[in-house]
């Protein structure tokens, strides 16, 4: 197990450069054993999940390298072999493997996944979009079996109950091959999304309206990969440094940002009163803002993501008042809150509505990263306390962003990691 352990006080400054989106990367990587060709990716962040999806990729019989930002994998010699835990456990996004598949070999044995404790994480969706295509699934021995019949996946129309990310990608997977035309209704509209429709149409599929809350998706017997597919850059790691540069900054200038994807981010911010330039990719934060409490409701995208709602608390308790936060999608994802209440954190839950109130007596003590965000709003806590703060089981951070110590280090914050 590691930890980092991060001295407070410290004002950030200078430039950091984002990396490539998690969230496209880990549905891009179970997407491109579709391929009957190699694939390239660059932009590919170095995080755990990466690590993680290249170990299920080799279980496959599926080689790949992965050298400064550039993953090269070769699935033309995959075996379909069943994925009944393991490193499917290490990480939500390998339910994937069950789209794509199905979509390659009309049947997949994958365990259910693991991923961030943040409450309770259903796949009924998932399961309805595939039985939607013609598939029997069948949930035993902690796995989901999944089979066609003869005529294997043929199109269909799909109304999701609700708006999910992983449904759409698992049931986009599926039917990118399937016989005759897919509609999707209702799907979700995240960036990650358009990313894997366009790095699956660069191959030869036919899916169109990627980006709105229907996709059509024409099934295509055969895809190939004839460029290097650039991972669009990703907008929590983006928004997650803006709120630590906001709340703790006296400049800093933060790199690689497709502001549009941000926007209901960044509106918040300016909201509460932070000084902020937006520049065509990249945001600068200017430092000593006086601050208002504001509320925070998540929603899908383009709504403000669930998965900024921990990373901006520590601004928020900078704001003079209380501030709201209700996460309408994770009502459960308050992992964070006794951790930081201990660091001197006003912070309470009560009836899935989240209040921070303003805290001037942060002090630094061990506290425990129980899932990626929840981790990394501790770190932007410890940046903002008195004395010494040690996150324990940093792992569960290093899942999903990239090299942070080298980049805080960059924006001269005292942090080391170590084995714990
Ligand atoms: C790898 C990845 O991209 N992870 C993101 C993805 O997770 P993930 O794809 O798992 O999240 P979903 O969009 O599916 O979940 C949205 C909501 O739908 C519910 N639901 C989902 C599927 C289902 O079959 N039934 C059901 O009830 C969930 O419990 C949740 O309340 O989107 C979440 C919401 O933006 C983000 O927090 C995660 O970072
Ligand atoms: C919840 C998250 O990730 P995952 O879906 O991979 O668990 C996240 O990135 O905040």
Redesign the pocket.
Known sequence: MKKMIVRGGQKLSGEVTIGGA??ST??LIPAAILADTPVKFDSVPAILDVRNLMLILNSMNVPSTFNHGELQLDPTHIKNVPLPGGAIKSL??SYYFMGALLGKFGEAVVGFPG?DN??????????KGFRALGAKVVEKNDAVHITTGAGGLHGARIFFD??????T?NVLLAAVKAQGTTVIENA?K?P?IVDLATFLNNMGAQIRGAGTDVIRIKGVPTLKATNTHTIIPDR?EAGTYLAFAAANGEGVLVKNVITEHLEPFIAKLVEMGVYLEVNEDSVYVAGGHELTPVTVKTA?FPGF???LQQPITPLLMKAKGDSTIIDT??PERIKHISEMKRMGGLISSKDGVITVQHSTQLKGTTVKASEIRAGVALLGLALMSEGTTTIINAENILRGYERIVEKLRGLSVNIEIAED
């Open positions: 998690k969230n880990v549905a939500r996004a991923g943040i409450g309770p994480r259903p796949i009924d969706q998932h399961i609700i708006v999910s990310v992983g449904a990608i979700a995240e990650e929590i899908p993501a669930t998965d999608l994770y």
